[in-house]
């Protein structure tokens, strides 16, 4: 194949990729793709619509249709598609099945049973049952509501949790304090459930009853404008069942508005339904402006001046719960979902202020989100996603905290993004300097870096080597050989990358597994920041990309390549599989020239 002839297949397939993407942009110019999580979100939305009463028949036989879909063959159900059996997430399914009329059958039973049954579940699983009269609450591990009244700077303050963590445990701690239940007349002792078992909570000390009245009214001081608490679904569900708990009704405002904001977050196929654990409309939108920029669309497109217009209008411009670290610290930046004003994120940030100044819109507004992100520098040169100095790793030892990520700590793919916002200005010199020393330290023995918010090893080398390149970091440093040298060792025959979730806790499959169309563009990206663009395993990457797009611009990727909680709650990002790709064969296309 002559040079001229690759050219025109690559030249083709960003056409139609381009194409694709331009086609799916909203008219108000945003870009959001399906959030896709596990099945947990599907029945635990029955759970709760079940004790507040609002289940009804179709509804119930939606849910239950899609959780059908999501069973393994074995009769299980996994936290991601083609992963290993979950015992939690498989129980929440047969449960809320049972509870729709449907049973999932002998080989689902078995599995429970024999890998403990309800007894061995996690602790958000359990409290669920307890609300259903499944499990006694008193026999689970609880977070005193006592907590709120904590000041910042206690040892034990509900700030030492990750934002996503203390929005949940809020409302959760008074939910355990009065022990609501609402049984789901459903037998399910077939598989260790204890029914009847809840013993009525005390009597509330005036300290404990100061302590429920101050937790409702900071998780009221947090609702969002769509009725959500941080757009995610655990605080959001934990928030709804708390003022329920607490003898609130429809006239309650802040209920009613919970409620109400679901039906945006509903996804429904045919006759399945499923709940959006979150929604990521801002990551989706600067993601795509600069995609289909690196792709050459020009900056002054209608449809890109419009995603532009509209990410200024996102911008965040009040105080969230990131100022108990930084009081002095003046608001900007922007958050994730459609409406977040409480909780900004440092990687939106950062990528938000690189596409609008690709975009040449509103300085003044990147001037306030470098400044923003800037000042969420933590101690050690990192940036979490949230919130600075957020590592009290031993919150992992509290009986509780068995699920997911409880804290917030710097990350190498949001420090890198961070760093490739703020390199090259002046202003930040001394902050660039400690998030590159940072990002330099982090780099792991076998060249890769690790991807928190992203499977795994590759998206986190993808992140790091442009804001090596963005640093000035020449492209012959030991970091960027070492790098693409790890890249080179992990590339599939056939040119593609891919990294299985397992990756997380083992190392033979770090940077190993089934090529996505999202994983091979993120190694793409890397081969271009290092100066290898040119090079034989960037030029088959970029093959890969091109052989396999669908007919109608898109990719097909049914793997979950984004990280909630690494391996605990999995994310597939339905436009991964499309705006990455461009991303990378615009900035390959760029390197040939």
């Known amino acids: 194949m002559s040079v001229a002839t690759k050219l025109t297949t690559l030249d083709r397939t960003i056409e139609a990729g381009t194409r694709r993407l331009l086609e799916l942009q909203d008219t108000d110019g945003w870009w959001v793709g399906e959030l896709e999580s596990n099945a947990t979100m599907v029945a635990e939305h029955l759970y709760w619509l079940h004790v507040l009463g609002l289940r ?96 910042p700077s206690a040892p034990l303050s509900v700030y030492n949790f990750a934002c996503w963590a203390r929005q949940t445990v809020v409302p959760l701690s008074v939910v355990q304090a009065l022990r609501p239940v609402r049984p789901a007349g459903a037998d399910l002792s077939e598989i260790g459930a204890q029914h009847g078992a809840t013993s009525p909570p005390a009597n509330p000390t005036a300290l404990r009853r100061r302590a ?32 329920a708990a607490l003898g609130r009704d429809f006239d309650d405002p802040c209920l009613r508005r919970a409620v109400e904001g679901w039906s945006g977050f509903l996804v429904e196929e045919g006759d399945r339904l499923r709940p959006e654990a979150c929604q990521s409309p801002v990551w989706d939108t600067a993601l795509a402006v600069l995609a289909l920029h690196a792709c050459g669309t020009p900056a002054d497109h209608p449809q ?104 917030d700590p710097p990350s190498e793919d949001v420090s890198a993004h961070a760093l490739e916002a703020l390199a090259g200005d002046a202003a930040y010199e001394n902050v660039v300097r400690r998030g590159l020393h940072y990002l330099l330290g982090s780099q792991r023995r076998d060249g890769s870096w690790w991807g928190r918010w992203g499977v795994n090893h590759l998206y986190g080398t993808a992140a790091a080597l442009p804001a090596l390149e963005a640093c000035g970091v020449p492209h012959g440093h030991p970091a960027f050989e070492r790098a693409t040298a790890w890249l080179d060792s992990v590339q599939e025959p056939d040119g593609g990358f891919g990294e299985d979730i397992r990756s997380y806790h083992e190392p033979a499959w770090h940077g190993r597994g089934v090529a996505t169309a999202s994983q091979t563009a993120w190694a793409l990206v890397a081969y271009v920041a290092a100066g290898h663009g040119k090079g034989g395993t960037a030029r088959r990457a970029a093959e890969f990309l091109c052989a396999t797009q669908l007919d109608n611009g898109d990719w097909e990727e049914r793997h979950y390549t984004g990280a909630g909680f690494p391996t605990d709650f999995m994310i597939r990002y339905h436009l991964y599989r499309l705006h990455f790709p461009l991303l990378a064969l615009g900035r390959f296309r760029q390197a040939l020239t």
């Open 56 to 151: 009804d028949r179709a509804t119930d036989r939606k849910l239950a249709n899609d959780l059908l879909a999501r069973r393994r063959d074995d009769g299980t159900w996994s936290n991601w598609w083609d992963g290993p059996p979950d015992l939690s997430t498989t129980i929440e399914s047969y449960v809320a099945l049972k509870m729709a009329g449907f049973d999932a059958g002998d080989e689902t039973r078995a599995f429970i049973r024999r890998e403990g049954g309800v007894p061995s579940a996690r602790v958000f699983t359990k409290c669920f049952l307890a609300l259903l009269d499944a499990w006694p609450w008193q026999d689970i591990p609880t977070v005193p509501v006592e907590l709120i009244l904590l000041p």
């Open 212 to 243: 429920i009245a101050t937790a409702e009214q900071w998780v009221r001081d947090r609702q969002e404008a769509d009725g959500s608490w941080g757009g995610i679904q655990p605080p959001w569900v934990w928030s709804i069942l708390m003022l």
């Open 304 to 407: 890109l001046v419009k995603a532009g217009e509209w990410l200024l209008a996102e911008e965040v411009t009040v105080a969230g719960d990131w100022a108990v670290r930084r009081p002095g610290l003046a608001p900007g930046g922007w958050a994730f979902e459609f409406d977040n004003d409480i909780y900004p994120d440092v990687d939106d940030s950062a990528v938000v202020c690189l596409a609008l100044r690709e975009l040449g819109l509103g300085e003044e507004a990147v001037q306030r989100g470098l400044a923003w992100v800037a000042g969420m520098q933590s101690e050690d040169g990192g940036w979490g996603a949230f919130d600075a100095d957020n590592t009290s790793t031993w919150l992992y030892k509290l009986p509780f905290c068995d699920f997911g990520a409880v804290i």
